[in-house]
């Protein structure tokens, strides 16, 4: 049912998706003053938090501190976005309203909403990228594209040509956005937790288990919704992106799989710790993405993770 109305509302020559919102001009603004306050935010509230209320921060070096505190800055602006974006995204994917429908006022539209909300998810990727000291080819390349990706179906709509694109991709961006947001919070969760609790390691494996299960449920659940709505929309698009927005996602989608089966290994790891055994894991290479950790004998830990040479 949502399908079909999403695709009569696209095949209608003169459907409202045509236009985001009449803030697009000041979009650059937007992004910028949200990276301000993400920066005056971690500066003057979160880090002098995390400092006095995690004994674990002061035995970290440099680089998982700042990891550490990224970690809380991308679950915060995810909770945030859950509670803002969660509703009008599925309005508008649903194809119940479109983004010149009011959003609870004359003056604002649902497109106004998540231009603010694709301005903040990208804000989101480029503190993350700016700020730690290391970052995985993976993450790198996932977070790069995301940024890509979601300005590029921003910038669409000034383009007469790809106008209609734009508004595709859009619905599209959203649809990834949301499983983005809801999937990779636990992940971020989970760290959180393990910095904060290291030598928990049953509750650990518990939690890396549970988290990579949720990724590999969203993933599947997400590439099924995403390409349903790709292919029932196919001869709206135009031939770039009948091929770029499929390989995209199929690329993002091994990315987040990987990911499962980072902290699957973890978990392993974390439970036979438990059980007292040593257990002592190297990467292969340096272009093996998964979390070298090194447990020592019993409960007593001295480790440092990795992502493909990434600290988390």
């Not at 969760?189 to 949720?214: E, G, K, S």
């Not at 009948?242 to 290994?265: D, E, I, M």
Request: aromatic residues 12%.
């Amino acid at each position: 049912m949502a399908l079909t109305k999403l695709e009569e509302n696209f095949r209608n020559s003169g459907h409202n998706h045509a236009r985001l919102s009449k803030l697009v001009p000041y979009s650059g603004l937007i992004l910028t003053v949200t990276c301000v306050v993400i920066f005056l935010v971690r500066v003057y509230i979160l880090e002098p938090l995390v400092k006095r209320f995690t004994t674990q921060y002061k035995l970290l070096d440099q680089a998982q501190r700042r990891s550490f505190i990224n970690h809380y800055v991308a679950a915060s602006i995810k909770l945030i976005l859950v509670v803002v974006a969660v509703y009008p995204a599925v309005m508008i994917i649903s194809g119940h309203k479109n983004l010149q429908s009011s959003f609870g006022s004359q003056k604002i539209t649902y497109g106004d909403v998540l231009l603010c909300v694709f301005e903040v998810f990208t804000s989101m990727y480029i503190f993350e990228l700016f700020y730690r000291e290391k970052v995985s080819c993976i993450s790198a390349a996932h977070h790069i594209g995301a940024i890509i990706i979601t300005q590029t179906a921003t910038v669409l709509f000034h383009d007469p040509k790809h106008r209609q694109d734009a508004g595709l991709e859009f619905v599209l961006c959203l649809l990834w956005g949301i499983f983005d947001i809801l999937a990779e919070f636990w992940p971020h969760a989970a760290v959180i937790i393990y910095r904060t609790w290291p030598n928990q390691h049953m509750m650990l494996a518990n939690i890396f288990l549970a988290t990579a299960i949720l990724e590999v449920i969203g993933t599947v659940v997400e590439t099924v919704t995403v390409f349903s709505i790709f292919f029932s929309l196919w001869k709206e698009w135009t031939i770039e992106f009948k091929v770029l927005s499929p390989t995209l996602h199929l690329l993002f989608s091994c990315a987040q799989l990987w990911g499962a089966r980072v902290f699957w290994l973890m978990s392993q790891q974390h439970r036979r710790a438990a059980d007292g055994s040593i257990v002592e894991e190297v990467a292969s290479n340096d272009a093996a993405p998964a979390y070298q950790q090194r447990i020592v004998i019993g409960k007593e830990e001295s480790c440092k993770d990795y992502k493909n040479g990434e600290q988390m």
